[in-house]
T-cell receptor, first 109, second 113 residues
Framework: SQQGEEDPQALSIQEGENATMNCSYKTSINNLQWYRQNSGRGLVHLIL?????REKHSGRLRVTLDTSKKSSSLLITASRAADTASYFCATVSWGKLQFGAGTQVVVTP | DGGITQSPKYLFRKEGQNVTLSCEQN?????MYWYRQDPGQGLRLIYYSQIVNDFQKGDIAEGYSVSREKKESFPLTVTSAQKNPTAFYLC????????????FGPGTRLLVL
């Protein structure tokens, strides 16, 4: 069963614009993680936010977590063509990661 | 050069055949995982192992088997009982099961002839 659900399913933007995607989940979590997957490749970990944190930054990435709404958002600022990928949120509960279906982001030059 | 490797990159299975996907890591991680990814979908957990000689079923274990005889290795066998094996298979590892980041291999794409 998928715990997290990303929204939107797909996003197309131009270089330099910001990209925002959201993740909603159903049950309580220990932490929430965001991963990136380039086409036909493995996943790469981007950022982890713990349940007692509200916001976290890593380079051009900003993640927020609202446990009262059971939701998280990932913001990529000043996007580049190399950011084209699928982005997945994964929630950790009972020691296991559960992934959403992902948001496919296309950044055009 | 540390990391997690999977082989082969592509694998073809004939009707009624068992095939084994390899996963090796030199990160000294205790926990290893196998996921299945279908087109346009997220990952679903097949099996995971917290420590050598121990493994647990995930959400979709039917038709699959694993072994964990060495810390570095966690092979996945797709048996003939798996009626719809065509998918992208991803192996991952983490320091321990629980809250930690998982590190993924490059994946194996399994196709049925």
């Amino acid at each position: 069963s998928q715990q997290g659900e990303e929204d939107p399913q797909a996003l197309s933007i131009q270089e330099g614009e910001n990209a925002t995607m959201n993740c909603s989940y159903k049950t309580s979590i220990n932490n929430l993680q965001w991963y990136r997957q380039n086409s036909g490749r493995g996943l790469v970990h981007l950022i982890l936010i713990r349940s007692n944190e509200r916001e976290k930054h890593s380079g051009r990435l900003r993640v927020t977590l609202d446990t009262s709404k059971k939701s998280s958002s990932l913001l990529i600022t000043a996007s580049r063509a190399a950011d084209t990928a699928s982005y997945f949120c994964a929630t950790v509960s009972w020691g296991k990661l559960q992934f959403g279906a992902g948001t496919q982001v296309v950044v055009t030059p | 050069d540390g990391g997690i490797t999977q082989s082969p990159k592509y694998l073809f299975r004939k009707e009624g055949q068992n095939v084994t996907l390899s996963c090796e890591q030199n990160l000294n991680h205790d926990a290893m995982y196998w996921y299945r990814q279908d087109p346009g979908q997220g990952l679903r957990l097949i099996y995971y192992s917290q420590i050598v000689n121990d493994f647990q079923k995930g959400d979709i274990a039917e038709g699959y088997s694993v072994s964990r005889e060495k810390k570095e290795s966690f092979p996945l066998t797709v048996t003939s009982a798996q009626k719809n094996p065509t998918a992208f298979y991803l192996c991952a590892s983490s320091i321990a099961t629980g809250q930690e980041t998982q590190y993924f291999g490059p994946g194996t794409r399994l196709l049925v002839l």
